[in-house]
Protein backbone atom coordinates (compact mmCIF):
# COMPACT_ATOMS: atom_id res chain seq x y z
CA UNK A 1 0.00 0.00 0.00
CA UNK A 2 2.91 2.19 1.12
CA UNK A 3 4.35 1.46 -2.67
CA UNK A 4 1.23 2.72 -4.67
CA UNK A 5 1.04 5.57 -2.67
CA UNK A 6 4.35 7.20 -3.09
CA UNK A 7 3.78 6.01 -6.73
CA UNK A 8 0.21 8.43 -7.04
CA UNK A 9 2.20 11.00 -5.27
CA UNK A 10 5.22 10.95 -8.07
CA UNK A 11 2.56 10.91 -10.78
CA UNK A 12 1.03 13.68 -9.41
CA UNK A 13 3.83 15.66 -9.10
CA UNK A 14 4.22 14.61 -13.02
CA UNK A 15 1.33 15.98 -13.85
CA UNK A 16 1.89 19.25 -12.21
CA UNK A 17 5.57 19.68 -13.75
CA UNK A 18 4.03 19.30 -17.12
CA UNK A 19 1.02 21.43 -16.45
CA UNK A 20 3.45 23.97 -15.18
CA UNK A 21 5.88 23.27 -17.93
CA UNK A 22 2.91 24.24 -20.44
CA UNK A 23 1.78 27.56 -18.63
CA UNK A 24 5.21 28.21 -19.07
CA UNK A 25 5.98 28.02 -22.77
CA UNK A 26 2.50 29.48 -23.39
CA UNK A 27 3.77 32.97 -21.38
CA UNK A 28 6.79 33.11 -23.28
CA UNK A 29 5.09 32.76 -26.41
CA UNK A 30 2.69 35.07 -25.56
CA UNK A 31 -0.16 32.46 -26.30
CA UNK A 32 -3.57 33.68 -24.08
CA UNK A 33 -4.15 34.20 -21.84
CA UNK A 34 -0.91 35.70 -21.17
CA UNK A 35 -1.09 38.24 -24.64
CA UNK A 36 -4.07 40.08 -22.88
CA UNK A 37 -1.51 41.66 -20.99
CA UNK A 38 0.26 43.26 -23.67
CA UNK A 39 0.13 47.24 -23.87
CA UNK A 40 -1.52 48.70 -26.57
CA UNK A 41 0.44 50.69 -29.31
CA UNK A 42 -1.62 53.76 -30.93
CA UNK A 43 -0.80 55.67 -34.03
CA UNK A 44 -1.90 58.87 -31.85
CA UNK A 45 0.92 58.06 -29.60
CA UNK A 46 3.65 57.24 -32.11
CA UNK A 47 6.48 59.03 -32.40
CA UNK A 48 5.80 61.77 -35.29
CA UNK A 49 9.26 61.68 -36.26
CA UNK A 50 8.41 58.48 -37.62
CA UNK A 51 5.98 59.25 -40.50
CA UNK A 52 2.63 57.86 -41.19
CA UNK A 53 1.62 56.92 -37.68
CA UNK A 54 -0.96 54.12 -38.85
CA UNK A 55 1.94 52.22 -40.85
CA UNK A 56 4.40 52.94 -37.98
CA UNK A 57 2.10 51.61 -35.20
CA UNK A 58 1.87 48.71 -37.30
CA UNK A 59 5.04 47.67 -38.05
CA UNK A 60 5.85 48.45 -33.84
CA UNK A 61 3.22 45.74 -33.18
CA UNK A 62 5.01 43.32 -35.00
CA UNK A 63 8.65 43.55 -34.25
CA UNK A 64 8.50 45.12 -30.93
CA UNK A 65 8.49 42.27 -27.21
CA UNK A 66 5.21 42.43 -25.72
CA UNK A 67 5.17 44.61 -22.94
CA UNK A 68 2.32 45.91 -20.63
CA UNK A 69 2.39 49.67 -21.65
CA UNK A 70 4.88 51.39 -24.26
CA UNK A 71 5.69 55.24 -24.06
CA UNK A 72 7.31 57.30 -27.10
CA UNK A 73 9.70 59.72 -26.74
CA UNK A 74 9.78 62.13 -29.70
CA UNK A 75 12.90 64.96 -29.64
CA UNK A 76 13.56 67.46 -31.89
CA UNK A 77 17.14 68.95 -31.14
CA UNK A 78 18.14 71.17 -34.45
CA UNK A 79 15.28 72.16 -36.82
CA UNK A 80 16.36 73.47 -40.50
CA UNK A 81 15.13 76.97 -40.81
CA UNK A 82 16.30 78.25 -44.30
CA UNK A 83 18.81 77.36 -47.00
CA UNK A 84 21.73 78.35 -44.83
CA UNK A 85 21.14 76.52 -42.38
CA UNK A 86 23.76 72.96 -42.00
CA UNK A 87 22.04 71.13 -39.51
CA UNK A 88 19.10 68.82 -38.49
CA UNK A 89 18.47 66.80 -35.59
CA UNK A 90 15.79 64.44 -34.13
CA UNK A 91 15.13 61.47 -32.02
CA UNK A 92 12.48 58.82 -30.93
CA UNK A 93 12.63 56.67 -28.44
CA UNK A 94 10.54 53.77 -27.69
CA UNK A 95 10.32 52.14 -24.24
CA UNK A 96 8.33 49.65 -22.75
CA UNK A 97 8.74 47.49 -19.58
CA UNK A 98 11.41 49.72 -17.65
CA UNK A 99 14.04 48.93 -21.21
CA UNK A 100 14.59 50.92 -24.23
CA UNK A 101 12.92 48.74 -27.54
CA UNK A 102 14.17 51.09 -30.45
CA UNK A 103 15.31 54.24 -31.35
CA UNK A 104 15.25 56.51 -34.71
CA UNK A 105 16.99 58.99 -35.42
CA UNK A 106 18.15 61.56 -38.16
CA UNK A 107 20.45 63.93 -38.59
CA UNK A 108 22.35 66.14 -41.31
CA UNK A 109 25.72 64.82 -42.26
CA UNK A 110 28.57 64.82 -45.02
CA UNK A 111 29.89 62.16 -46.28
CA UNK A 112 32.87 62.11 -49.03
CA UNK A 113 31.63 58.22 -49.77
CA UNK A 114 27.96 56.36 -48.65
CA UNK A 115 30.24 53.44 -47.69
CA UNK A 116 31.82 55.56 -45.46
CA UNK A 117 28.54 56.38 -43.73
CA UNK A 118 27.78 52.75 -44.06
CA UNK A 119 30.67 51.86 -42.10
CA UNK A 120 29.84 54.54 -39.04
CA UNK A 121 26.00 53.57 -38.71
CA UNK A 122 26.45 49.92 -38.49
CA UNK A 123 29.33 49.85 -36.41
CA UNK A 124 27.43 49.96 -33.08
CA UNK A 125 24.40 47.62 -34.25
CA UNK A 126 25.42 44.88 -36.70
CA UNK A 127 28.57 42.92 -37.92
CA UNK A 128 28.61 44.98 -41.52
CA UNK A 129 28.34 41.15 -43.11
CA UNK A 130 25.03 40.81 -41.59
CA UNK A 131 23.49 44.13 -43.57
CA UNK A 132 22.24 43.95 -47.06
CA UNK A 133 20.87 46.88 -49.83
CA UNK A 134 17.64 47.62 -50.37
CA UNK A 135 16.59 50.55 -52.04
CA UNK A 136 15.86 54.22 -51.00
CA UNK A 137 17.96 56.73 -50.97
CA UNK A 138 21.13 56.99 -52.18
CA UNK A 139 22.32 54.12 -49.65
CA UNK A 140 20.26 51.97 -48.04
CA UNK A 141 20.94 49.07 -45.64
CA UNK A 142 19.19 46.84 -42.91
CA UNK A 143 19.58 43.98 -40.61
CA UNK A 144 17.59 42.04 -38.09
CA UNK A 145 18.93 45.27 -36.03
CA UNK A 146 18.94 47.76 -37.93
CA UNK A 147 17.71 49.84 -41.08
CA UNK A 148 19.84 53.14 -42.21
CA UNK A 149 18.67 55.65 -45.42
CA UNK A 150 21.18 58.14 -46.57
CA UNK A 151 18.67 60.62 -48.12
CA UNK A 152 19.59 63.56 -49.86
CA UNK A 153 19.08 66.57 -48.73
CA UNK A 154 20.95 69.84 -49.95
CA UNK A 155 21.86 70.15 -53.87
CA UNK A 156 22.82 73.50 -54.01
CA UNK A 157 26.31 74.15 -51.92
CA UNK A 158 27.76 70.84 -49.80
CA UNK A 159 25.79 67.91 -51.30
CA UNK A 160 24.77 67.20 -47.83
CA UNK A 161 22.42 64.03 -46.57
CA UNK A 162 20.37 63.07 -43.70
CA UNK A 163 21.01 60.04 -41.96
CA UNK A 164 18.11 57.78 -41.02
CA UNK A 165 18.56 55.23 -38.69
CA UNK A 166 16.40 53.01 -36.88
CA UNK A 167 17.63 50.75 -34.46
CA UNK A 168 15.72 47.66 -32.85
CA UNK A 169 17.27 47.44 -28.73
CA UNK A 170 14.75 44.50 -27.93
CA UNK A 171 12.51 42.10 -30.32
CA UNK A 172 9.44 40.50 -30.28
CA UNK A 173 8.35 37.06 -32.32
CA UNK A 174 8.65 38.22 -35.46
CA UNK A 175 10.56 36.17 -37.81
CA UNK A 176 14.15 37.96 -39.04
CA UNK A 177 12.89 38.46 -42.87
CA UNK A 178 9.88 40.39 -40.98
CA UNK A 179 11.75 42.21 -38.86
CA UNK A 180 14.23 43.30 -41.36
CA UNK A 181 11.26 44.15 -42.99
CA UNK A 182 9.47 46.33 -40.62
CA UNK A 183 12.82 48.06 -39.75
CA UNK A 184 12.66 49.03 -43.51
CA UNK A 185 9.55 50.20 -43.53
CA UNK A 186 10.11 52.62 -40.46
CA UNK A 187 13.00 53.98 -41.96
CA UNK A 188 11.42 55.21 -45.08
CA UNK A 189 8.74 56.81 -43.25
CA UNK A 190 11.61 58.81 -40.59
CA UNK A 191 13.22 59.43 -43.98
CA UNK A 192 10.08 60.98 -45.51
CA UNK A 193 9.39 62.86 -42.74
CA UNK A 194 12.65 64.22 -42.27
CA UNK A 195 13.41 64.69 -45.83
CA UNK A 196 10.19 67.45 -45.61
CA UNK A 197 11.04 68.42 -42.26
CA UNK A 198 14.83 69.87 -43.08
CA UNK A 199 13.60 71.19 -46.56
CA UNK A 200 15.44 69.62 -48.50
CA UNK A 201 15.77 70.72 -52.11
CA UNK A 202 17.46 67.59 -53.69
CA UNK A 203 14.73 64.30 -54.39
CA UNK A 204 15.02 61.71 -51.23
CA UNK A 205 14.82 59.01 -53.71
CA UNK A 206 12.18 56.72 -50.99
CA UNK A 207 9.26 55.48 -52.09
CA UNK A 208 6.01 56.26 -49.96
Known amino acids: MAMRNRSLISLAGGAVGVVGLGFGLAYACGAPPFDEERGEIKGSAVCKTLGASGGAADVLRKVLPGESSYSFDDQVMHRRVDDADRTY ?22 YDKAEEWVRDVVANASAPSDVTSFQAGDKAVASERIAAIYVPCRDKGPREHLSV ?41 VAG
Do not use: I, W, Y
Open 89 to 110: ETACFVNGGGKMLLSATAEMVG
Open 165 to 205: VVELKRRGGATDAEVREGLSSLARGAALFAHRQAMCDAPAK
